[in-house]
């Protein structure tokens, strides 16, 4: 593999091997990474404070996922239109009202629990809150995107940026749960929309760093499409492999739980899931600090069929300590699926589609997520436990089918829409092939 030498994008001396030390002496970083972790850690407390606030004013575990999981959806569905009007309009000016009105849903949605109003209209407050929750993730996504451009660390902000991710589902639920069993019930939901205002809100004043709006007319004209980012055949298929993934989190989440039950030990279902998450979270940062030679196309095929593999195992284990390795090799194989797949927009999506492109994907996986904890929970319940997993086996295998089918899809012509040398017809050393890294 030929070397590429890069500048620090800190102006210190050039190097080849681009790290997260080097990543985060970038110009700026700092000022949109602090805000936005604490804008972002809200989106993995809300369906567990969802769940413990109406599980505990109505009595019913089924009502308060039905809940969560109606703002789950509409959260998938609503939220990529958000980001297709960040992209045009630019973030601040999305953002701003968009925080404004998810905290004044969450309140209402509080509100009614507590007060004990008809069930209806906690649904009908569920649709608001998910719809306006504030997509902090993709946004970072794009301004590391605008501000690395095609350079190998590219790739080393998607991974960087999946083992954010992956910190704040393992801190968000924990902090929500601690507040909702020692605080009060709705404290949990209270400090959500209260994260979500503050960090939405300091994350929105960074304007130097935000990427240039878009003009819609503009955007369609640069992609060759009607202007929506899902008009892009391999945004699609990525979507489709990000709903799978979405089935490993939700089925896992359930199944997990429901196994840990049957075999005693309930208590162990905390530390299962933790396996898992740490799996995901040790791969992430090793993906991003290896040289990679194949190009994404090829490298997201391999590791989505290993994650098929390994999730289709986890029906098969006959106790907990397997289900453990199971899990954690599970885990391993999820976050270079993600990492690639992100790092494939930058060559299929004009940067005045990126938002809503990844707020699509980051979507795909929610989406997935809340099929999977109320088709899991259902099969648990009417097989048992090791029914459950077979919605991850599933989700994966039948994604991956998509990707195999439609894997040229996933190359773009030249000329295409992307800006980096793999869509331009050059060597192939845009954010899918990097230099060796090295964490400084």
């Known amino acids: 593999m030929e070397s590429t030498v890069t500048v620090d994008p800190s102006g210190d001396r050039p190097t080849k091997r681009p790290g997260y030390g080097q990543l985060l002496r970038t110009p700026k970083a700092w000022t949109f990474l602090l805000p936005g972790f604490a804008a972002r850690l809200p989106f993995a407390m809300l369906t567990i404070s969802l769940v413990l606030l109406v599980q505990h004013t109505t009595g019913s575990y089924g009502v308060a996922g039905a809940v969560a999981a109606v703002a789950g959806v509409s959260m998938a569905l609503l939220a990529p239109q958000a980001g297709k009007l960040a992209d045009r309009f630019g973030q601040r000016a999305v953002l701003v009202p968009g925080v404004l009105l998810h905290s004044a849903a969450v309140a209402l949605l509080t509100v009614l629990a507590l007060t004990g109003a008809p069930l209806w209209t906690l649904f009908a407050a ?13 946004m970072v996504r794009s301004r590391w995107a605008a501000r690395l451009g095609d350079t190998p660390l590219a790739g080393t902000a998607a991974a960087f940026e999946s083992v954010t991710d992956e910190l704040t589902f393992v801190l968000g639920p924990v902090i929500a749960t601690a507040l909702c069993t020692g605080v009060h019930p709705a404290a949990g939901l209270a400090a959500e929309g209260a994260l979500s205002l503050l960090g939405g809100l300091l994350f929105a004043a960074q304007r130097s760093t935000q990427p240039e709006a878009t003009p819609r007319a503009a955007a369609g004209r640069a992609s060759g499409t009607s202007g929506s980012a899902l008009s892009i055949t391999g945004v699609r298929v990525l979507a489709v492999a990000f709903l799978g993934i979405g089935t490993v989190f939700g089925g896992l989440q359930v199944s997990l739980t429901a196994f ?9 279902n905390g530390l299962l899931y933790g396996i898992f998450a740490a799996g995901n979270t040790l791969a992430g940062i090793v993906y991003g600090v ?80 809340a099929g999977a904890v109320t088709a899991s929970g259902t099969l648990a319940d009417a097989f048992g436990a090791r029914a459950g997993f077979a919605v991850p086996l599933g989700g994966t295998v039948l994604a991956l089918a998509v990707l195999v089918a439609l894997r040229s899809r996933l190359v773009p012509e030249s000329g295409g829409a992307g800006r980096g040398p793999v869509a331009s017809g050059g060597t192939g050393r845009g954010i899918g092939h990097r230099t060796p890294a090295a964490v400084d």
Do not use: N
């Open 260 to 268: 840990a039950e049957e075999a005693g030990h309930p208590g162990m």
């Open 290 to 369: 290896v040289a990679w030679s194949a190009p994404p196309q090829r490298r997201l095929l391999v590791g989505y069929a290993a994650l098929a593999v390994t999730a289709s195992t986890l029906w098969a284990m006959p106790s907990l300590a397997p289900l453990a390795v199971a899990g954690l090799l599970t885990g391993l194989c999820v976050a270079p699926a993600l990492i690639t797949g992100y790092t494939l927009i930058d060559s299929l999506v004009p940067p005045g589609a990126r938002t809503e492109s990844f707020t699509w994907l980051t979507g795909a996986v929610a989406l997935g997520q």
């Open 126 to 138: 569920a649709v608001p809150t998910g719809a306006s929750v504030p997509q902090i993730g993709p």
